[in-house]
């Protein structure tokens, strides 16, 4: 059925249309509206992040992803199970290394029931193990929604109040099977603050809607598959946490990263109780300041005394979610009359419009611009200038 | 905001206005200015009843010697309710405007229990009510004989006014009913034997009244109090009541002759099929009832019940409808028909013969409105073509015109299946009905809908018996149980209290994300009245052309008196019958801006310019050449691409300027000239 010619080919699917949008420039080309196009759909993302709001720093999220007999369908290549997996093992990636204090624990429902793929936890190995592995699983029934929510909301509701609990449906099909009323179930979850956010794989469907808008998450629906990873991107940022969330002050441990000397007679390789390697013996090592069990990996709960060890840069990286670099100010290369050069790269300003910081009026090209919101988070004059005298 | 139309200062209860209810505006006080009959044709969604309400009240506020009353005539009750609700916003508005308290009254008819007999609301300013009201002789005289003749007249949804029409003067008798009409002549021999010795004299003074003949009647109808009532035809008001009727018993006597005459007739045993001057020689044959008496009956019998002082004229319906039909039958030589059946059609073994009285011209009934009321405006969603109803009712519209929707993003995306994934032509007509692989096509159809379509899915068939072979068999070949893995399938029967409990079910089931599909039938309830807005129906799969069934002597009757009469070709009513049929099946599915759904053509015949042409301009503008012969497959792909597309965010912020707009919006030079390429003259 793939190969019937009409409206809307697959193989054309990433630029919808653009052809009717493109003019030619004066000399017949059309390279500078193409990247006329690209260029604005770059900087769309930069624009849409929110400014000074509260955000849920650490954050408990399942991901639930459909197994049903809908996944097989192939208009995502060469499936939508495959192809899904395959985002989410780049989307666990980025999300630990924008929130690394934060977890995810993954669900899969098939067959009208919902299992644990794995459980809440902050390593992405694990997770991206369990994600390669999943390919192979067969697809078939019906989804649960209902018993895919339950089965979440078990473990998310003992989470404390400070930290956001987050549910991530990635649904397929357009049927869901329940054994009870949704709607009561959809009560608990807003009163419990879970927030629920759905992307579809198809189409819009009704209780979709109601759950996210009931809880607070969002609703969208994929075009293909780069709009399916945008999608599941924007769930890498720490979404606003609501008013009524707890606000308290919580003990954290920062254990230096020692290794045992081997001139040290009392030195002797000890056993880590980490779940992400598994146990093992080494001989260096984090040890906990409160109770002294030993982790070769940050962050993690002290399985021990259950505090939270992370290190500086964990927190660092969190924080900047919380003070997010403000969008620069696009200028017309004409009306900009300074420097010809681009302040991060020294490249020349070749396109059609500049950046500039406001508030150290520095002049950025578009590259520049999205890597400084997207990885540094910070404005290299404006931290120039500080550091100077 | 307040609009300028034309000069006429216009409240409208909203922020935003929609181009097309402009456009329908202006096209509608042409009409009010011209004093003429207007027929305009809009989507429904787009706020037709808001803007007729604040067009013709700002009228009449404008005019108040022009335009004194609206008659506002609906199809339901829940309809007329939503009448009510925007009237009451428009009123809201305009005291919040200019300050003072509202000197307009409304009036609602909407059943018995909400009745009231105020003398007052004699003179409201709007009256809303249903069609029958205003078409149906019966009620007509009671209700709306004392409308002023500078009243503006509106039928909503009036896609199927020639129906009303028909029914309303079409008169259906069968044993039951004489029975019936057996006993209330039994009930009236014996109060009048009572009142002849209680009280002679009342029936000496109605005697000496209809000496007089009905001249009261004559002298309204000339100084034109009156709405004229089609029962009661010009000539009978110049005469006296024929002497043969003139006393009570002797009316009676003469009810019990025709009564008997009746029952022989309905002893047939084949079908006949007669004109209305062959019945009336038969009748003199056999029982010498001359034609002048039958003609008095209705009146004579209303005369009568109101001498003998009966309440409680429900329980005299028989004979009221058999007194009516013999007036009825005296009167009009033409438009009627008469056909006995001894059995019905499906049921050929069981003897239940009937006698039906039809009526074939639908602008009897409503001659006397026109004639009456200065502007009448017909409207709805489906009036297309436009130009068959000033035909078949017989009247001269001065305005017509359908109007487009303006949409910010494609929402309705109407498909033509003709062919299934193995190339045999999908069609529901005769020759191929029965046809296996048609069958299974069909069933393919909605098996595959059924995966890429979320939450409703409302499938209409031609007919109850095409749905249950149609079923019939996707059961034995299991495709039935296949749908069923993606959503649940329920079914309108021609009970009406299975149906309404499936309806509430399915709507329950695409509520809760489980999906479900309705099977119902083209013409039946569901179609009619039913809106499935948004999740409650993302598709309407139509199978096949919801032609009426042609073997019926009725339709076949009226078909020759159309080409007689209004030299209408039978292919041609027929077509359009189906397709304003088919039009309201599909249009189920969109109810306004922000909702969308899927159209699915499931016959190739659509694809020809006869049927496509006939379908609505906001439907058929959205038909490209590429959507007219697809596959199966093809329309799964690009339904699945619809819905995509439909599925992504959609705010108002989108549509403002395009399809909503502010005040400042409206008035700029380039909107306007936009807004005069909506409506579309014919």
Partial sequence: ???????????????????????????????????EILFQSKRKRVIESHGQVRLGMMRHLYVVIDCSRSMEDQDLKPNRLTSTLKLMEAFVEEYFDQNPISQVGIIMTKNKRAEKLTDLAGNPKKHITALQKAVDSVCVGEPSLYNSLSLAVQTLKHMPGHTSREILIILSSLTTCDPANIYELIKTLKSLKVRVSVIGLSAEVRVCTVLTRETGGSYHVILDESHFKELLMLHVKPPPSSSASECSLIRMGFPQHTIASLSDQDAKPSFTPSVS??????????????????????????????????????????FHHLFPLDAFTEIPEEEHHGDRFCQACQGELKDKSVFMCPSCHSVFCVECDLFIHDSLHCCPCCIHNQSGP | ?????????????????????????????????????????????????????????????????????????????????????????LMEFYSKETGETNNFLALALSS??????????????????????????????????????????????????????????????????????QNNVDTLQNTIQKIKETDAAKLR????????????????????????????????????????????????????????????????????????????????????????PLRFCAERLQSLLRTLEIADIADFSAVTLISNFATLVSTYSQGFTIIIEPFEDRTPTIANPVLHFSCMDPSIAIKPVFQRFQSVVITSGTLSPLDIYPRILDFRPVTMASFTMTLARTCLCPLI????????????KFETREDFAVIRNY????????????????????????????????????????????????????????????????????????????????RGKVSEGIDFVHHFGRAVIMFGVPYVYTQSRILKARLEYLRDQFQIRENDFLTFDAMRHAAQCVGRAIRGKT??????????????????????????????????????DETVQLSKHFLRQMAQPFRQEDQLGLSLLTLEQLQSEEMLKKITQIAHQT
């Fill in chain 2, 443 to 522: 069933g393919n159809l909605l098996l595959e809908m059924s995966a890429v379509v979320p939450d409703g899915i409302v499938a209409f068939f031609t007919s109850y018996v095409y749905m249950e072979n149609i079923v019939a068999s996707w059961y034995e070949q299991g495709i039935l149980e296949n749908i069923q893995r993606n959503k649940l399938i329920f079914i309108e029967t021609q009970d009406a209290a299975e149906t309404s409990m499936a309806l509430e079910k399915y709507q329950e089931a695409c509520e809760n994300g489980r999906g479900a599909i309705l099977l119902s039938v083209a």
């Fill in chain 2, 417 to 428: 299946v003709g062919r299934g994934n193995d190339q045999v032509a999908l069609s529901s």
């Fill in chain 1, 277 to 318: 390697c598994g146990p093992g013996l080494s001989l260096g090592g984090y040890f906990c300041p409160q109770c002294h069990a030993k982790y070769t990996e940050l962050p993690v709960e002290c399985k021990v005394c259950g505090l939270t060890l992370v290190s500086a840069p964990h927190l660092a990286r969190s």
């Fill in chain 2, 1 to 89: 905001m307040k609009l300028n139309i034309e000069g006429l200062l216009v409240y409208f209860p909203y922020d935003y206005i929609y181009p097309e209810q402009y456009s329908y505006m202006l096209e509608l006080k042409r009409t009010l200015d011209a004093k003429g009959h207007g027929v305009l044709e809009m989507p429904s969604g787009t706020g037709k009843t808001i803007s007729l309400l604040s067009l013709i009240v700002a009228y009449q506020r404008a005019f108040p010697l022009e335009v004194t009353k609206l008659i506002y005539c609906s199809r339901t009750v829940p309809e007329i309710e939503k009448v009510v609700e925007e009237l009451r916003k």
């Fill in chain 1, 1 to 35: 059925m793939d190969e019937e010619p009409e409206r809307a080919k697959r193989w054309e699917g990433g630029y919808e249309r653009t052809w009717e949008v493109l003019k030619e420039d004066e000399s017949g080309s059309l390279k500078a509206t193409v990247e």
């Fill in chain 2, 595 to 632: 909702d969308y759904g899927l159209m699915i053509f499931a016959d190739k015949r659509y694809a020809r310019a006869d049927k496509r042409g006939k379908l609505p301009r906001w439907i058929q503008e959205h038909i490209t050449d590429g959507s007219l012969n697809l596959t199966v």
């Fill in chain 2, 112 to 181: 018995r229990k909400n009745l009231c007999i105020h003398p007052e609301i004699l003179h409201a300013n709007i009256v809303v009510y249903s069609y029958h009201y205003l078409l149906d002789p019966k009620i007509a005289d009671l209700v709306s004989k004392e409308l002023a003749k500078k009243s503006v007249v509106v039928f909503d949804e009036a896609h199927n006014i020639d129906n009303v029409c028909i029914d309303s003067m079409s008169v259906n008798i069968t044993r039951r009913t004489l029975d019936r009409c």
């Fill in chain 2, 205 to 292: 003074e109605e005697y000496r009244r209809l000496v007089d003949g009905l001249k009261e009647a004559s002298v309204a109808r000339e100084t034109d109090i009156y709405l004229s009532n089609p029962v009661l035809p010009d000539e009978i008001l110049q005469e006296a009541v024929p002497g043969t009727i003139r006393t009570a018993e002797h009316f009676v006597g003469f009810l019990r002759r025709f009564l008997e005459y009746l029952k022989s007739r309905l002893r047939v045993q084949h079908v006949v099929q007669e004109s209305t001057p062959q019945f009336l020689k038969d009748i003199f044959d056999k029982v010498c009832i001359d034609r002048k």
